[in-house]
T-cell receptor
């Protein structure tokens, strides 16, 4: 069964460093998303991506965040200068169409120290 | 904006007990509704969905009915098992600027004891 894969599963980084979280969406999906979940809290929408551009973003997705689909298969989230409060589980998701269910990856746990 | 409200957890039950996790939503337009489950240490998995009023989604013994009149999508299971212990997220998806953004509730932790 096709699935969304994310790497790494856990990343520890120092405050101020740049991190890139990687995702391989399901191959025939067209819509891609990043969410984050701070420990014990709700799943928060960050950004959606369609047709090689950002279609929606939340207020969380400020200038320190960026997304890219560099090669037609990977979908990356870059955090330019990490802060302690960026520590969270980051989930990538994809959907075939905009109104169908999103399939989620296993997540990347980011710890900023 | 669109939002989802779930009952606070944790919900603690004995095996074979009846489960209800309440979910209500606020949305403009006609959302699709989903329940996702997150087992310990894992990602989010779609459990069931309903795309229009009065639809019933079901999977693995879980059910939820899309009630437009009460804006609710409560999750039920007649007899829970220890393996059902997980966090359950209610979610909706509505069009926003041409795309659909799944919006999640806070999640409800379910603990099932033998």
């Amino acid at each position: 069964e096709p699935e969304v894969t994310q790497t790494p599963s856990h990343q520890v980084t120092q405050m101020g460093q740049e991190v890139i979280l990687r995702c391989v969406p399901i191959s025939n999906h067209l819509y891609f998303y990043w969410y984050r979940q701070i420990l014990g809290q709700k799943v928060e929408f960050l950004v959606s991506f369609y047709n090689n551009e950002i279609s929606e973003k939340s207020e969380i997705f400020d200038d320190q965040f960026s997304v890219e689909r560099p090669d037609g298969s990977n979908f990356t989230l870059k955090i330019r200068s990490t802060k302690l409060e960026d520590s969270a589980m980051y989930f990538c998701a994809s959907s075939r169409q905009g109104d169908t269910e999103a399939f989620f990856g296993q997540g990347t746990r980011l710890t900023v120290v | 904006g669109d939002s989802v409200t779930q009952m606070e957890g944790p919900v603690t039950l004995s095996e074979e007990a009846f489960l209800t996790i309440n979910c209500t939503y606020t949305a403009t337009g006609y959302p699709s509704l989903f329940w996702y489950v997150q087992y310990p240490g894992e990602g989010l998995q779609l459990l069931l969905k309903a795309t229009k009023a009065d639809d019933k989604g079901s999977n693995k013994g879980f059910e939820a009915t899309y009630r437009k009149e009460t804006t609710s999508f409560h999750l039920e299971k007649g007899s829970v098992q220890v393996s059902d212990s997980a966090v359950y997220f209610c979610a909706l998806s509505t069009p926003s600027g041409g795309s659909y953004i799944p919006t999640f509730g806070r999640g409800t932790s379910l603990i099932v004891h033998p």
